[in-house]
């Protein structure tokens, strides 16, 4: 099969981490298709909008064309306004904006099939370039909140459109049924299918070495109770529920500490969270702040924790909890609907009522003082992600349905 990915993000160098996942998932596909190639649209930057905004800037240093890893990856521009016309943008803008490109890679290429990741980007106009090229589309929905109607409406138009749409999770689904306006047992199971991208297999790494040097680098001794969260540094990932769970935990057990992974302060709220931790006697001692950093190098940064915590508000499909489970620590999450789905009543995850910080914190003392209940809760984790999120199994599933789609659709 010859595919072309869609993913309204992918790293580039302004940009160098985000979009990873898109990348390790077109990575697994590759293993299994033909050829796969990349078509991930970017704004126009106008002649100095990169002196006044860091995000402007940073699209700046996308270019149109680039190979990276044997993988093709077309980078056409499209106009965006701030703040105004936001859906017309991602739908009509930038399928009008590389309609040509498309047609004349697919001269060389041939495609079988266009896949989009991103229905609330990429998706609202994949299924127009499919229909423009004579082949089935389909989407990955990875997480659905369009808070616009523009955007809702262009949303349910393309799950309507698109020849097949698979979901991240079961909450995923059903909002995507919400959208089309029907309840989920009426959606075609053969058309909408529910299936996690997955993750990775974890790297063979030098675990113990590691752990001692990352919690060297970090100020925490053998005996403190390193608390980890790796994500965007945003109010929607729960961030300031975590604080105040991770001082009412150290206020009972002073060896409870927590690093936040993943501040971008030019696109997030990394200002405001530092500000609130040095203003706090107790959070600037024990809470400290780490940059985003690369996919291999939060591996190794999983290595120091003793806890993962996860306090996200939603998600389509959590990846950075099921990394750490597959490291097999210990996660303390709030139970919002995608990671009771990944718990399944197995106890692989400590669930708390959602943005419960003083149930949240109660989990942290009482994980930070029973090592094997900890040990325990790591290993009934790692077995339910490795037989259920791996991404090379997963992605060979959503392959046998495309192929599937690519031969009723050529029939």
């Not at 790293?11 to 299994?32: D, H, K």
């Not at 994949?126 to 955007?151: C, M, Q």
């Amino acid at each position: 099969m010859n595919l072309l990915v869609l993913p309204s993000q992918y790293p580039f160098p302004g940009y160098p981490f985000r979009g990873a996942f898109n990348e390790r998932s077109v990575a697994a596909l590759r293993n299994i298709c033909k050829s796969v190639e990349i078509l991930s649209p970017r704004p126009f930057v106008p002649p100095l909008f990169g002196l006044f905004s860091e995000k402007w800037k940073a699209y700046s240093t996308a270019i149109g064309y680039e190979q990276k890893n044997g993988i093709s990856i077309n980078r056409p521009i499209y106009p965006q306004i701030p703040k105004i016309g936001w859906a017309f943008c991602t739908d009509w803008a930038a399928y009008i904006c590389c309609r040509r490109l498309t047609k004349n890679i697919h001269r060389k290429k041939q495609f079988d099939l266009i896949l989009s990741f991103d229905v609330s980007g990429t998706g609202m106009m994949a299924w127009r370039v499919g229909r423009y090229l004579g082949i089935p589309s389909a989407g990955w929905v990875t997480g659905l909140s369009p808070s616009h109607s523009s955007f809702k409406k262009g949303i349910a138009r393309a799950l309507g459109q698109f020849d097949m749409v698979f979901y991240q999770s079961q909450e995923c689904f059903n909002e995507g049924a919400s959208l089309l306006g029907l309840s989920p047992s009426r959606l075609n199971n053969d058309r909408h299918i529910v299936l996690a991208r997955g993750i990775p297999p974890t790297p063979l790494l030098p675990r113990a070495e590691l752990r001692k040097q990352i919690r060297k680098q970090w100020g925490i001794t053998d005996e403190q109770i390193l608390v980890l969260n790796i994500g965007r540094v945003v109010r929607d990932k729960g961030v300031y529920e975590l604080l105040d769970a991770i001082a009412h935990a150290s206020a009972r057990d002073p060896r409870v500490r927590c690093v936040l992974l993943g501040a971008m302060p030019d696109f997030d709220e990394t200002a405001t969270v530092e500000k609130i931790i040095n203003n706090s006697e107790t959070l600037k001692h024990i809470v400290k702040v780490i940059p985003a950093c690369s996919p291999e190098k939060v591996w190794e940064f999983l290595c120091a924790a003793d806890i993962f915590a996860f306090t996200s508000h939603h998600d389509g499909m959590p990846n950075s909890l099921l990394e750490a489970m597959a490291m097999g620590i210990p996660a303390i999450a709030f139970a919002i609907p995608p990671v009771v789905e990944i718990e399944a009543e197995h106890g692989g995850i400590l669930l708390i009522p959602p943005f419960n910080a003083t149930l949240f914190s109660e989990a942290v003392l009482r994980l930070a003082g029973a090592p094997q209940e900890r040990t325990s809760i790591g290993e009934i984790g790692k077995t339910e992600v490795m037989n259920r999120f791996m991404m090379d199994k997963n992605m060979g599933e959503a392959h046998k349905h495309l192929t599937r789609l690519v031969g009723v659709s050529g029939a």
